[in-house]
């Protein structure tokens, strides 16, 4: 496995010192910013960066900011270190494109398991055994390229929504579970206050529908999601 | 100081005033009612002097009567005829008394209506007098000399039936308007004092029930005494809420503060762990601890949140045997590997509108609580009721003295038999389950069952959405 580059955006230093003492023995490279506006400039400076870790509570540009500025070009997946206890962080976070989320403090194995897991969604869908094209109606998935497309227009699907779009395309018309769709894409059991699948669905329903306004995506009583064909 | 006392007695502003003022007043009307009705109310015929213009109506009559008389003579029956057409010309009541004779010419119909003895009585009188009677008022006398014969003149009208004629008749009737009409007065006495104070003893309420917004805001507006002690309340409540907000803005900066040197302890630990200490059990148990802390903490911002008001509420509406299925399992789940096992029962297929975070965690702090310290079994029971849901947490365990029952929903409070790690979390649990139903404007009680345990009744209102 090629060794995956790290951006950390984090203001408190002791703590992003820590974290490099500790990620880069598990074969991560890590780039540290302390600022929003200097984490922004790394992420967006041309160097690839396989994953960003992104805190909330940064000073003057707080991490919201940062990501909402960083989707309007760059769909770099961001796992979000949000603040224990503000349960808005959130939902914030991934309504605005975040891939994940992890209240800080966090214990340092839930953390490197979370990078794992995002890394693998990542690098596992090419090479999965699913390596064809897959088509419904309109809309294309190309797994080899990670690009899908409505009408011959291009979606800006982050990794994680290009991982969740093409999980429901190959169970075109059946049921997938909520938990089945968390322990696929998000690596870990659903638990009962995880919001995470339902907002990359619909963050996923949202990019479809600026393009073509059909429900694709139906919600099953609550337990899961179903992708159809436009009648 | 002049200023001041006078002040004092202005009713508008003053509570001392308006007793004192109404009092006062009070007394007075009573009093001087009670001596005007008294003397409406005799029968008994007043003497006084008569004044100037009785006495020039007197001279008038009296001279009219001698001119006309003058001009021819008159027999007795013309006099009386004379008598009478004066009398309707002049709108008066004219009596002509002959004390050589001893009798009486009237101008009016009703001579047995009259009992002429009062008149009569004055007939040695030099000095002219109005005569009071309950029904009219005469003034004379006044001597004239008609047809060579000596008379007395009186004039005078009936009174029209005045307003307590009725009253000499029916004193009852009388005696329940002076009742009805005092006790309204002294009603709208009372309810003039009382009603503030009504308003205040609401705010108090308010506030003995923790709601530290309570303001009395009417009371205060007011200019007199009570007016005062609605602001002095109201500054108290101030006092107090910056008191206790304080103290509860410290317990959550704290744990704010701890996050961080927390979270680079538990980095440092996982870099101890990663340098060949894996299974150093110091280490593990360090680990744990902090994670302890770390739940902690969490527990405490999220109760600040809910008690600072500050929630933010998601309305979101789904299936309630969705929105529930996770939790139970879980719950089971973990209640299984105690050997303990939970019942649910649904009311059937309902769409609720709640905030899912909040009602989750509500439910699942109660659930998490009943499975501590349930022997063997668990019950979840939902019922709609109207448009709102009852829920009850049931368990076998060993209940709760009745005196502590209602503080269990308060932070950090333990039963103090079960002040152990063994059975206890963070102790804000169910003070957090009773924040995130009161955020949602439900109700959380609890109390012991029958056959042993402790059951909590959470009661949400008007949640169940028809879904058309």
Known sequence: MA?????????DTELSALLKNYLEPQGYRLTMAHTGPAGLDLATGGQHFDLILLDVMLPETDGFEVLKTLRRTHLTPVLMLTARGDDFDRILGLELGADDYLPKPFNSRELSARIKAICRRMELLPASSQQQCLAIDELLLDPATQKASVQGRELALTGTEFAMLHLLMANQGKLVSKQHLSEKIMGRRLSAFDRSIDMHVSNLRRKLADVQPKERIRTLRGSGYMLVEIR | M???????????NSLFGRIFLWFWLTTVIMLVTTIWISRQMTDQIRYEPARKFQQERLQQSADKLQRLAGRRRHDSAQLDELLRRVGMREHLGLMLLSPVDGKALLSFPGSDRLDLAPFWALQDQQAVFSIDGPVWQFTGPR?????????????????????????????????????????????????????????????TRAMARGDLQARAVKVASRQDEVGQL???????????????????????????ELRSPLARLQVAIGIAQ??????????LRIEQEAGRIDRMLEDVLTLARLDSGQQHLHWEIQSLEALLGQLCDDIRFEARAYGKELTVQ????????VDIRLFLSALENVLRNALKYARARIGLTITASGNGLAIRILDDGPGVADDQLSRLFDPFYRVSSARNRETGGTGLGLAIAAGAIASQGGTIVASNRAEGGLCVAIHLASVQWDAD
């Open chain 2, 2 to 12: 002049r200023g001041s006392w006078l002040s004092r007695l202005n009713p508008l």
């Open chain 2, 230 to 256: 609605g602001r002095e309340f109201n500054h108290m409540a101030e006092q107090l809420q910056r008191l206790v907000d304080s103290q509860k803005r410290i317990l959550a900066d704290i744990s704010h």
């Open chain 1, 3 to 11: 060794q995956k580059s790290l951006l950390l955006i984090d203001d």
């Open chain 2, 274 to 283: 990663q340098e060949g200490n894996e299974d150093s059990v110091h280490l």
């Open chain 2, 346 to 353: 649904y009311p059937g297929e309902i769409k609720v509108r």
């Open chain 2, 143 to 203: 001597a004239l000399i008609l047809e060579d014969k000596r008379y007395l003149l009186f004039v005078g009208r009936f009174k029209p039936p005045g307003p307590f004629l009725f009253a000499r008749q029916q004193p009852w009737l009388m005696g329940l308007v002076i009742l009805l009409t005092s006790a309204g007065l002294c009603a709208l006495l009372a309810w003039s004092l009382l009603r503030p104070i009504g308003n205040l003893r609401e705010a």
